[in-house]
């Protein structure tokens, strides 16, 4: 049944007389917003409470009185509200359900349910106010203009990531005692700050690590760093950012005492044969490393490219589209986004961040946004038949699968997990929706460097 909330009125569990539910009446009000008049028998919800318990007086303790032989009397004065209150709700939420069945509704979110004051011939009146689905209008799809991105993967591409996959595994030896910091070198080294001739929080550290030139640390400090020796010692000035993430000394200027420690090279190791071993490629050699790094790559690409053309298609689809949305979608959408943004606020250490105040208006248009275009998705999957299709699925697990150790315990984990599964559905779907509207749409390519794609 519908989940729905209703406040009864005092129990009354003496009428007996049984009248099948019925709805009364149906209303258009404003837009998508409904009305249902809904009536229950008095005598049956009466019987039913009086039933529940009798039921319920066979367990129920009171002081004086032994287990079951609790007199209904007080058994309907201590429980009958909440009895009364279950079985009205479990009513009406059955006798919603049916009627917006019966007058064929799809029903948009949970129905507002009042009782009215009167009764008519020994029913109890409700009335269901609610939002149905709209009708959902999309435009001439020949008609919009969109920009379809691409981009290659290049040989310049594929030595940076071979760069980066090295240095992932580059080790550090201690340089000879005469030598200076220079890029790439791990610093150990003794530092107290002061604003003001005194120490801050945070402004002090014995036997700190950090490489240098990899912005680890702020410029001004990485600077001063460099060409320093083992022993030595230097005294500078670092002005700390005005958004700094410590907000105790953001703006402000320090004076920073500095002793190293301690200085290591790196060394990387060579893109050869023994490196592509350690990286678990089949075919161990330089032209398998090219080849495996190219692959994982192009992978990418597809993703990033596909992303950006979705992002285009859905910005059409709103634009070509036209629809109510209903207000109860959106409310729960918004509301939502406000508990993923707290979960996010969390996640990141925030304190107290239930508590942070995170008004609606915020996230309205964000919502409306999100809302609309999945009634627009929805209509176009159902009118062009544009759902995934089992082999598609299979396919899109196998791809993302190429990119781990072992493809094949991955393939059995999504399969394994319905959720996961559903994940995979929906971006088999968004990527159907965005293979038809580019084949519908006025189409522009455009070919994208590859740095630019992957810095998007």
Same mark, same amino acid.
């Given at each position: ?22 709805? $009364?009446?149906?209303? *258009?009000? @404003? ?8 009536? =229950?028998?008095? /005598?049956? %919800?009466? &019987? ?76 109890? $009146?409700?009335?269901? *106010?609610? @939002? ?8 001439? =799809?020949?008609? /919009?203009? %969109?920009? &379809? ?82 022993? @030595? ?99 729960? @959408? ?123």
């Amino acid at each position: 049944g519908v989940p729905v909330r209703v406040r009864p009125r005092a129990p009354d569990i003496h009428l007996r007389n049984k009248v099948p539910i019925m709805a $009364v009446n149906v209303e *258009t009000l @404003e837009k998508l917003e409904r009305r249902i008049t809904l009536s =229950l028998p008095s /005598a049956q %919800i009466s &019987s039913e409470v009086e039933s529940r318990l009798r039921k319920l007086s066979r367990t129920v303790k009171a002081a004086g009185f032994r287990p079951g032989k609790v007199p209904m009397s007080v058994v309907a004065q201590r429980y009958g509200y909440s009895v009364h209150y279950e079985v009205v709700n479990d009513h009406v939420g059955r006798a919603f359900s049916d009627a917006a069945t019966e007058a064929k509704l799809r029903v948009a979110g949970a129905p507002r349910i009042e009782q009215k004051d009167d009764t008519q011939d020994g029913r109890i $009146v409700f009335d269901a *106010t609610f @939002e149905v689905y709209p009708e959902v209008q999309i435009g001439d =799809l020949s008609a /919009a203009e %969109i920009e &379809s991105a691409s981009a290659e993967v290049t040989e310049q591409a594929i030595d940076r990531t071979i760069g980066i996959l090295r240095k992932q595994r580059r080790t550090f030896g201690q340089r000879p005692a005469a030598d200076a910091a220079q890029e790439g070198d791990r610093v150990t080294i003794d530092f107290e700050g002061k604003i003001d001739g005194e120490p801050f929080a945070g402004g002090k550290a014995d036997a700190f690590q950090f490489i240098i030139g990899e912005g680890q640390m702020l410029e001004q400090f990485d600077k001063a760093v460099r060409g320093m020796k083992v022993g @030595e010692s230097k005294t500078f000035a670092l002005q700390f950012p005005s958004d700094y993430h410590g907000q105790d000394v953001a703006g402000k200027e320090a004076d920073f005492r500095v002793t190293v420690t301690r200085i290591e090279a790196q060394k990387l190791p060579d893109a050869d044969e023994a490196f592509a071993k350690t990286l678990g490629i089949a075919e161990a050699s330089v032209q398998g490393l090219r080849d495996s790094v190219a692959s994982n790559l192009q992978r990418e690409v597809r993703v990033r490219v596909l992303a950006r053309n979705k992002a285009a298609v859905m910005d059409a689809l709103v634009a070509q589209s036209a629809l109510e949305l209903p207000k109860a979608l959106v409310n729960s @959408e918004v509301e939502r986004l406000i508990a993923s943004a707290r979960e996010d606020l969390k996640r990141r250490g925030i304190k107290d961040a239930d508590k942070a105040p995170l008004p609606q208006e915020l996230f309205q248009a964000q919502a409306e946004r999100r809302v609309r275009l999945g009634l627009v998705v929805a209509e176009l999957v159902r009118a062009n038949n544009l759902q995934a299709k089992p082999e598609q699925l299979q396919a899109h697990i196998e791809e993302m699968s190429q990119s781990y150790e072992k493809p094949s315990e991955v393939v059995r984990w999504y399969l394994s997990d319905r959720n996961r599964m559903a994940e995979v559905e929906a971006l088999v779907v968004e990527k159907n929706v965005t293979d038809f509207v580019l084949s519908q749409a006025k189409v522009t390519p455009k070919v994208l460097a590859f740095d630019d794609l992957m810095n998007a």
